[in-house]
């Protein structure tokens, strides 16, 4: 598949959605507490996206997924949907936003922690956003992507977690998901060469134990095969001429 390049102005219109998603998951934060169920903080979501940005939630009916975030809890590795489950003090929780604005897309998600998680808990989720502004920092034109993966396994390796195969960053513009595929260890399939214009993701899903994962039957919550914890961050990125620029990062805070 090709790899659509984005103008100056089409980076532009993802701009205004990679601020939106960032502000979703701003204005989120306050309400994940002890007590929540997934599903409230979907619906508060919903809303703001729908009513106060005028925006549409992509995850929302996408190949039928049900709801409009996902949130993905301790042994979850992504693709949780919104129920009825109540979170509680110690749990680790990723939540993932992606808005369209104006046809353009923009993809984050981050960590959250329920009260005070195990200190391993903890090490984990930073982990796996050391991994990722790792991989960010690498983004420039004629960089290949597949040192950037390389270098993502190593650092998650170099603390004995491990990285997550079958679940990759991806292409993003008009489309959600689109070439290339931005694998977050080595492999001779990642051979790409960075070009001013490329806007992809980059969002590695670090696991505490093997990097195996299990598709439950409802076909969207993806968990780790041993029930190891698992974290991830995201965000949405342009290669710029003189390097990148992280579309979803609100200015003041930090990657
Ligand atoms: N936001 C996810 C990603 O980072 C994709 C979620 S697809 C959904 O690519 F259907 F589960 F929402
Ligand atoms: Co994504
Ligand atoms: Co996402």
């Known amino acids: 598949m090709t790899i659509v390049i984005k103008s100056k102005g089409d980076i532009d219109k993802m701009r205004i959605a990679g601020q ?26 919903h809303r703001y996206i729908t009513e106060t940005q005028d925006a549409i939630p992509a ?6 997924f049900p709801k409009s975030i996902c949130t993905s809890v301790n042994d979850v590795v992504c693709h949780g949907i919104p129920g009825n489950k109540v979170l509680k003090n110690g749990d680790i929780v990723n939540i993932d936003i992606t808005v ?7 993809d984050s998600s981050k960590m959250f922690f329920i009260g ?9 989720a930073e982990v796996a956003h050391d991994a990722m502004v790792l991989g960010i920092e690498m983004i420039k034109p004629g960089e290949n992507l597949r040192n950037i993966g390389k270098a993502i ?14 679940y990759c960053g991806h292409g993003i513009g008009e489309v959600f998901h689109e070439a290339p595929q931005v694998l977050h260890y080595d492999s001779p399939h990642n051979n790409i060469i960075l070009e001013t214009g490329m806007v992809f993701t980059i969002e590695p899903m670090i696991n505490a134990g093997k990097q195996h994962t299990r598709l439950m039957n409802d076909e969207w919550t993806v968990k780790t095969r041993d029930r190891s914890l698992s974290a991830q961050w995201e965000h949405t990125i342009a290669v710029t001429d003189d390097g990148f620029e992280v579309l979803t990062q609100l200015p003041g805070d930090p990657l």
């Open 59 to 64: 995850p929302l009916n996408y190949r039928g």
């Open 100 to 106: 369209i604005k104006d046809g353009w897309h923009g």
């Open 153 to 166: 396994q190593e650092y998650a390796e170099s603390h004995h977690f491990s990285v997550v195969r079958e």
């Open 20 to 45: 939106l998603t960032g502000k979703v998951l701003r204005m989120i934060a306050e309400h994940v507490r002890v007590g929540v169920t997934t599903d409230e903080l979907n619906d508060i979501c």
């Open 116 to 124: 005070k998680p195990p200190i391993r808990a903890q090490r984990l």
